[in-house]
């Protein structure tokens, strides 16, 4: 596609619930990053892959939050027993090299609500 | 721990007006400097990006200065427009094996017809 995309772009869900965020990159795009945006406050960042691997997953807050990129394309994040706290706008972006460059791109976003 | 600051918070500004969006970063060996905006309720748009052994860039009436050592940019605005508010992020990226984005909270642009 021409831009970054995600699904859902809202997501209610009751505490407790497991949840899935799914973010389809830029084609082309080796690296992606998954940042967290709470009302207010810049993004924060979460975790990046290179390809299928996760390059660095030092923002993850927690266990129950992970992330997959399989096929080196699409990615998943995944959050289990959800609590009010993960409340916010998840935001996904890729690049296209890791050169000092390295322009990253976002998507829209998807605002998880965690009743 | 990289932080960066954006000062102010909030901005108004007359239409036509020039205005300057300041950021500051606290460790100076970044490998770029993104400005992006943000609409409410929307993702982030990327203006322009610095890398670190440039000066400036220019896109339209958009220009983006950095001066690396004393942990500073600056975003110029000229001859502001209405659709010109929005909410602008500046983001460094230090590199080190690890290319993270780290956000200011943005500053908040109100352009007045």
């Known amino acids: 596609g021409a831009g970054v995309s995600q699904t859902p772009s809202n997501k209610v869900t009751e505490k407790g619930k497991y949840v899935e965020l799914r973010c389809d990159p830029i084609?082309?795009?080796?690296?992606l990053y998954w940042y967290r945006q709470s009302l207010g406050q810049g993004p924060e960042f979460l975790i990046y892959f290179q390809g299928t691997g996760a390059a660095d997953d030092s923002g993850l807050p927690n266990d129950r939050f992970f992330a997959v990129r399989p096929e080196g394309s699409v990615s998943t994040l995944k959050i289990q027993r959800t609590e009010r706290g993960d409340s916010a706008v998840y935001l996904c972006?890729?690049?296209?090299?890791?050169?000092?460059?390295?322009?990253?791109?976002f998507g829209p976003g998807t605002r998880l609500t965690v009743l | 721990k990289q932080e960066v600051t954006q000062i102010p918070a909030a901005l108004s500004v007359p239409e036509g007006e020039n205005l300057v969006l300041n950021c500051s970063f606290t460790?100076?060996?970044?490998?770029?400097l993104q400005w992006f905006r943000q609409d409410p309720g929307k993702g982030l748009t990327s203006l322009l990006l610095i890398q670190s052994s440039q000066r400036e860039q220019t896109s339209g009436r958009l220009n983006a200065s950095l001066d690396k050592s004393s942990g500073r940019s600056t975003l110029y605005i000229a001859a502001s427009q209405p659709g010109d508010s929005a909410t602008y992020l500046c983001a460094v990226d230090s590199g080190a094996g690890s290319y993270q984005l780290t956000f200011g909270k943005g500053t908040k642009l109100s352009v007045i017809p």
């Open positions: 972006a890729s690049s296209s090299d890791l050169s000092m460059a390295n322009e990253q791109f």
């Open positions: 084609s082309g795009h080796t690296a």
């Open positions: 460790d100076s060996a970044i490998y770029n």
